[in-house]
């Protein structure tokens, strides 16, 4: 009985260990305004899951991205740099034939200016030695205003309300 009651736990934690990478990363607000929220991004196999909690925005479409660097310290947010893009691809929609790999798209804020996002993908991982998907030491904005997809780099997205250190 007690055998197999360590036998379990072992069980248990091989299953725990093979599972996830989890990261758990709050909103700080930026620019002016009251933006919160969190990042949560797990890792299962080759593909990452960004499940992006957002609070205190105006209600409509707010662009998301992956900007190059983990440094939210900057008032509005520019210290994060441009959109991280490895690849050296022009700015586009997620999929498309010409995008950033930061290039995650738009989030809708209800009247509330609550907004949920779901973003799934194994183009990225969680601290791999691969620099092209790691993204880990990079920083997730959101906008003041929807991407369009197509202005050059930037998706004419307007301010950056929101930032995380993806740490
Ligand atoms: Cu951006
Ligand atoms: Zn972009």
Same mark, same amino acid.
């Given at each position: 009985?007690?055998?197999?009651?360590?036998?379990?736990?072992?069980?248990?934690?091989?299953?725990?260990?093979?599972?996830?990478?989890?990261?758990?990363?709050?909103?700080?607000?930026?620019?002016?305004?009251?933006?919160?929220?969190t990042?949560?991004?797990?890792?299962?196999?080759?593909?990452? =899951?960004? +499940?992006?909690?957002?609070?205190? &925005?105006?209600?409509?479409?707010?662009?998301?991205? $992956?900007?190059? /660097? @983990?440094?939210?310290?900057?008032?509005?947010?520019?210290?994060?740099?441009?959109?991280?893009?490895?690849?050296?691809?022009?700015?586009?929609?997620?999929?498309?034939?010409?995008?950033?790999?930061?290039?995650?798209?738009?989030?809708?804020?209800?009247?509330?200016?609550?907004?949920?996002? =779901?973003f +799934?993908?194994?183009?990225?991982? &969680?601290?791999?030695?691969?620099?092209?998907?790691? $993204?880990?030491? /990079? @920083?997730?904005?959101?906008?003041?205003?929807?991407?369009?997809?197509?202005?050059?780099?930037?998706?004419?997205?307007?301010?950056?309300?929101?930032?995380?250190e993806?740490?």
């Amino acid at each position: 009985m007690k055998g197999q009651t360590l036998a379990l736990l072992a069980g248990c934690a091989f299953l725990a260990a093979s599972c996830c990478t989890t990261k758990t990363y709050t909103v700080n607000a930026k620019s002016g305004t009251q933006t919160g929220g969190t990042a949560k991004f797990t890792q299962k196999g080759e593909e990452v =899951t960004m +499940k992006l909690e957002v609070t205190n &925005l105006t209600p409509g479409i707010h662009a998301v991205h $992956i900007h190059e /660097k @983990g440094d939210c310290s900057a008032a509005d947010g520019t210290s994060t740099g441009g959109h991280w893009n490895p690849a050296k691809d022009d700015h586009g929609k997620w999929g498309a034939e010409h995008f950033h790999m930061g290039d995650i798209g738009n989030l809708t804020a209800d009247a509330s200016g609550k907004a949920v996002l =779901t973003f +799934k993908t194994n183009k990225w991982c &969680l601290g791999c030695t691969d620099e092209s998907k790691n $993204i880990i030491g /990079k @920083g997730l904005i959101v906008h003041a205003s929807a991407d369009d997809f197509h202005t050059q780099p930037t998706g004419n997205a307007g301010g950056r309300v929101g930032c995380v250190e993806i740490k």
